[in-house]
């Protein structure tokens, strides 16, 4: 029965493939043509009964910004180690720890700052973390010495889990029912677009003015995003939680919160033990050059792109299929890559489908937390879905370290991590079959039954 649904799910994706190109996710381009236009509008109310239906585009693009300005300063530090190293009198290894520290920041960031600004309106909480984004890149920019810059790394990157948690709630909000998973996926199109374009500029930025020039420019970056957000987004004073913090928590360690955090992790663990280590992977076992790595994860950038707007698509159409059938995909291009390695052309092929399937879970695994919380605990459960992302980022890392370093060798890293995310799908089809239970219960239940 398993392998059915998997195949049924695998199916309903390649046939949806093709419909994604004639009919886009962002669902504010017309037939007749599209007019880019960006005007001050008035703000109307989240919960007005008539929404203006090309205010909500707009929306979502404003959070689309955010996500790309935080998605830059993410990322962005991989390009300037080597200049920041030498600027700050530390070694490699030290300064790469300023990328261990944001991911820990944002671990342990998004739930504090979700509960501690719970009782805002969301709209004012986005502005907020963004203003705390962009004095943290500010003190970036200016740090003298190696520990104010890790200090200035780990409070920008508090606000990074909050954004992207809250900004899930408040994007599905603004949208129909069969347009969530869609309207998640546009937010995160800013993520996907920072790791294509806006680290490879931070980085030029870096090489030719100085790794300080390129936290000048996400400070920009920071400064037109907060003015984008706080514009265009609608404010609804009566969004704020309206339940206790224990309440919050409560709902937060719901069995079927738990395990969709962890079918998270894992999903993301697997991806990153691979792609922590893909330029070695990429010269050391396939032959390529060095200058061959950029265009190569040019082409990984794309598939994220590809893959995080297919993903949402899908899970408008079907949510469940599209949680199991990216999970089985993503399992199925690592395992597959292994025997890709030493083959230019297929490595090329399988580093695009790689970041096209990983992209295409963030939104059924973002969706499915929202449901699995409900109501006023979505704030908190989707803040910690991020969080998830990030621990399955560290775990990754790790476990391809003790693969390279006291197991198999480099060469297995694709099927360990092909592993990690069936051991995820196994999670998933778990957690599937409970709410099935669950609804069978309910419905055997008289109460249930007369009403």
């Known amino acids: 029965m398993r ?74 530090i991989m390009g300037l180690l080597l200049q920041v190293a030498a600027d700050l009198h530390v070694t490699i290894t030290a300064a790469g720890l300023l990328i261990s520290g944001y991911a820990l920041g ?26 705390v984004f962009t004095l943290g890149n500010l003190a970036c920019a200016l740090a003298p010495n190696y520990t104010v810059l890790m ?41 996907t677009v920072a790791t294509l374009l806006g680290v490879p500029a931070g980085a030029w930025i870096g090489f ?19 003015l984008i957000i706080a514009t265009l987004v609608p404010s609804n004073p009566a969004d704020s939680s309206t339940i206790s913090v224990r309440e919050e928590l409560r709902i ?10 962890l079918m998270t992790a894992l999903g993301f663990a697997g991806l990153f033990t691979v792609f922590t280590y893909i330029a070695p992977i990429l010269t050391r076992i396939t032959g390529f ?56 052309p297929a490595v090329v092929v399988f580093t695009g489908l790689l970041g096209a399937v990983a992209f295409a879970t963030v939104a059924p695994l973002q969706l499915w937390v929202l449901q699995r919380a409900g109501g006023a605990g979505q704030s908190l459960a989707s803040s910690l879905n991020i969080g998830a992302f990030n621990l399955g980022n560290a775990l990754g890392a790790w476990l391809g370290g003790l693969v390279i370093e ?5 060469a297995a890293l694709t099927w360990s991590a092909a592993l ?9 089809l778990w957690c599937v079959r409970l709410e099935q239970r669950r609804r069978d219960d309910a419905c055997d239940d008289p109460t249930f039954a007369t009403g």
């Open 3 to 76: 392998r059915n649904r998997v195949k049924s799910s695998i199916r309903f994706i390649i046939n949806q493939l093709l419909k994604l190109i004639r009919d886009n996710a962002c669902f504010s381009i017309k037939r007749h043509g599209l007019v880019w236009r960006l005007v001050l509008i008035p703000e109307v109310p989240m919960d007005s009964q008539i929404v203006d239906q090309r205010r909500v585009p707009l929306a979502l693009y404003a959070l689309t910004a955010g996500a790309f300005g935080i998605g830059t300063t993410e990322f962005v």
């Open 106 to 131: 944002v671990f342990v960031g998004a739930p504090v700052l979700t509960i501690m600004t719970s009782r805002m309106p969301r709209k004012t909480v986005l502005v907020v973390l963004m203003l």
């Open 151 to 191: 200090i200035a790394r780990v409070i920008t990157s508090l606000a990074h889990g909050t954004f992207f948690g809250v900004g899930a709630v408040v994007a599905t909000s603004m949208v129909a029912p069969d347009r969530k998973a869609s309207a998640i996926s546009i937010m995160f199109t800013g993520l």
């Open 208 to 226: 030719a003015l100085g790794w300080r020039a390129a936290f000048w420019a996400v400070t920009l970056l920071g400064v037109l995003a907060t």
């Open 252 to 261: 937060a360690a719901r069995p079927s919160v738990l395990l969709a955090l």
């Open 289 to 344: 050059a060095e200058s061959a790595v950029s265009p190569i994860l040019l082409v990984f950038g794309i598939g994220f792109i590809v893959g995080n707007l297919l993903g949402g698509r899908l899970a408008d159409r079907h949510l469940v299929r599209t949680l199991l059938g990216t999970l089985f995909a993503l399992a199925l291009v690592l395992g597959c890559m292994t025997f890709a390695l030493h083959s230019k």
């Open 406 to 410: 006291h197991g198999p060798g480099m």
């Open 420 to 428: 990690v995310v069936l051991s995820g799908l196994i999670v998933a």
